[in-house]
């Protein structure tokens, strides 16, 4: 009982201690840019990747490769350019950061004569370009999607390779650690296909995506392929397309469409149909992506067509389903001046439950930090109990494998920064660097990356250290 009324107390702690950041930027360059791509990374703040346009001439441009780092209230802390002498364009579809705080990318690079391949590119945490790397048939419709790191440090690439002049093919292509490809499985069914997302499911890769006949039926596919390239499923869903999957305890979950409707289908480990909900465009017009969110609950990212009395124009459209796939939110988000296109590139799931959202605003990129109902308004909450002084107290569990909670209490509101130093003061990484509310708070430490040993965590108040703490980590 006493160990029950424990938790309840931390849990209602964590509850009320939950504070939302919010807010919404442009990161323009004079010609026109945007992004497809934007993930959380392990310091709080985001990488994300696009593209940008690059004057040669007075009616000349070229496309590079853009990829930005921001901090947690979208700052810009760097950003940097891909180009090479010979490339007329390219541009990043995905940006990760991989296991060791390095960021990699995928996309695609065009050569003269409208020529492409597959791009990777890898920068270290501090924006420092490491190596580049190009996959692929050089045909005019080759790149590659979206990028995952596996399990042993390599990564996997989902996308599409055009084997000749009229033939496009689904591809996964397994590289290592340093970017050498392993292996390449490609799908040739029909005669224009591609793979959309992939995820990592005990080792295995399950891909999704769609495929055009001669005669410009859809058919979407599901592929299922074991860490040495091997096929173990192949599933062919006809007049359909599947955008994206993810998965729950049992099921794979998958958004995609038919002609006129928009879907999303629940199906069975072997890939077998369980259910199918269909969705008007009026909803949605695409899904551009499709994410677990918080106690299994689902966010759906896209655009929207808001027509007005002279055109057709597209917005941001961001949808929150419960279990049932019935609609707890929905927000359509648009320039507020110009009516353009504006496209969605990606939406995520950020950790303090929140989401963050990348795309274009009129030709220019544009970035929104929301809160948990997807608004951009600050909302903070914390536990105004009886705060006496500053305390940090002691993590628990410790020893820890993988997690454990460090918790703290303010008397006032402050600037905070709770960082992890080694046995030796070297910086491992920094928790908490914001301003916060009197309360107490609590935050949770994934140290699955570290090495076992001592290390300490410092809480600083107003950039004065006020107490430090030691932990043992044990794999």
């Not at 392929?225 to 998958?254: A, P, V, W």
């Amino acid at each position: 009982m006493k160990i029950r009324i424990i938790f309840v107390i931390i849990t209602a702690l964590l509850i009320y201690a939950q504070e939302y950041i919010t807010w919404e930027n442009d990161y323009p360059l004079p010609y026109g840019d945007g992004i497809f791509s934007i993930e959380q990374t392990s310091d709080g703040g985001y990488i994300a990747g696009g593209w940008y346009y690059y004057q040669l001439g007075v009616d000349w441009y070229n496309i590079h490769a853009r990829i930005i780092k921001i901090d947690a209230y979208g700052n810009m802390e760097w950003e940097r350019a891909f180009m090479l002498s010979d490339v007329l364009g390219n541009g990043i579809y995905s940006v990760i950061e991989n296991s060791d705080g390095d960021f990699i990318a995928a996309g695609e690079t065009e050569y003269s004569g409208r020529s492409r391949a597959v791009m990777v590119l890898k920068y270290d945490k501090d924006g420092n370009y490491v190596w580049s790397k190009f996959y692929g048939s050089l045909g005019s419709d080759t790149r590659g999607s979206v990028i995952k790191e596996t399990a042993d440090k390599g990564y996997i690439i989902a996308g599409r390779e055009q084997i000749n002049d009229s033939i496009t093919v689904a591809s996964l292509i397994k590289l290592d650690s340093n970017g050498d490809s392993l292996w390449t499985v490609t799908n040739e069914i029909g005669v224009n296909s591609e793979f959309r997302s992939v995820i990592i499911d005990n080792n295995e890769f399950i891909a999704v995506g769609s495929s055009q006949t001669a005669d410009y039926q859809s058919n979407a596919l599901l592929v299922k392929i074991d860490s040495s390239g091997n096929e173990l499923r192949n599933k062919l869903y006809e007049n359909m397309s599947l955008t994206d999957i993810c998965k729950t305890d049992s099921f794979y979950m998958c958004s995609g469409g038919i002609i006129g409707k928009r879907l999303i289908a629940k199906l069975n480990q072997l890939g077998d149909t369980i259910s199918v909900k269909y969705f008007d465009t009026d909803l949605i017009i695409s899904m551009r992506s499709f994410r677990i969110a918080d106690e299994n609950n689902f966010i759906c990212a896209g655009t929207v067509d808001t027509p007005d009395e002279y055109s057709t124009n597209y917005d941001w459209c961001i949808i929150k389903f419960d279990q049932k796939l019935d609609t707890l939110w929905r927000h359509v988000y648009g320039h507020p001046v110009h009516d353009s296109d504006d496209i969605l590139g990606g939406c995520k799931q950020t950790a303090d439950g929140g989401y963050i959202a990348g795309g274009d605003f009129y030709n220019y990129t544009h970035i929104m930090k929301l809160d948990e109902n997807g608004t951009v308004g600050i909302i903070e909450q914390d536990f105004a109990g009886n705060v006496e002084d500053y305390s940090l107290e002691q993590n628990y569990p410790n020893p820890f494998n993988c997690e454990t909670t460090i918790e703290y209490n303010l008397r006032e509101n402050c600037e905070v920064d709770i960082s992890i130093y080694n046995s030796n003061g070297q910086f491992v990484k920094n928790l908490v660097n914001r301003k916060q509310n009197r309360g107490n708070y609590g935050i949770t430490f994934d140290g699955s990356m570290l090495n076992s040993g001592i290390y300490y965590y410092q809480l600083k108040i107003n950039g004065i250290i006020k107490d430090s703490r030691r932990m043992l980590y044990l794999k």
